[in-house]
């Protein structure tokens, strides 16, 4: 859901607070079809969540892009597809502030988002420069979690973030 708001967001970018009363109300009259369509108990608490997460991501958004925007190889952030740039703000802030996450859960996230919403071609790409930011930040992620990096690191795969160094091809971002 929030990913949802994010999206729409960034389609249109003002009076958020308003956007977001607004998709709690129609969370809130469709709450019953929404549990059946996700397969999930959407209750009151987790849409208040799910807003608090899109409008922090939002409000983060220019810092969070420049987190994985050194891994963007051969892409620019401007010429990123939306849902791609929306499922990586929304990964990377999960995984630089939202301890409760596992880093693995959040990655797969990610890529069923992709699934759901993105091009087959954006899957193993944005896998890739997730697990590049994990790698990146990994002291920052287990610091957080109040675990050992290598507890992330056996859990998550790198299998597309090892084929490239990021640095060796690195495109300016906008």
Request: no cysteine; glycine share 2%; charged share 25%.
């Amino acid at each position: 859901m929030s990913f949802q708001l994010l999206y729409q967001f960034e389609f249109q970018p003002e009076h958020i607070d308003e956007q977001s009363e607004q998709f709690l109300s129609l969370a809130k009259q469709h709450e019953l079809a929404m549990q059946e369509l996700y397969h999930l108990n959407w209750n009151e608490t987790e849409q208040a969540e799910s807003t608090q997460l899109a409008q922090a991501v939002y409000a983060e958004k220019e810092a969070l892009d420049a987190v994985y925007a050194p891994h963007l190889i051969g892409w620019k952030i401007s010429r990123l597809p939306k849902i791609d740039k929306i499922i990586l703000r929304l990964a990377t802030y999960e995984l630089l502030y939202r301890k409760e996450v596992p880093v693995s859960v959040i990655l797969n996230e990610a890529v069923e988002l992709i699934k759901a919403y993105g091009e087959e071609k954006s899957r193993a790409y944005v896998n890739a420069v997730l697990g590049n930011v994990v790698k990146s930040n990994l002291e920052q992620i287990a610091n957080l979690r109040e675990i050992a990096p290598e507890s992330i690191t056996e859990t998550i795969s790198y299998k597309y973030a090892d084929n490239k160094d990021s640095a060796d091809n690195k495109e300016s971002v906008d």
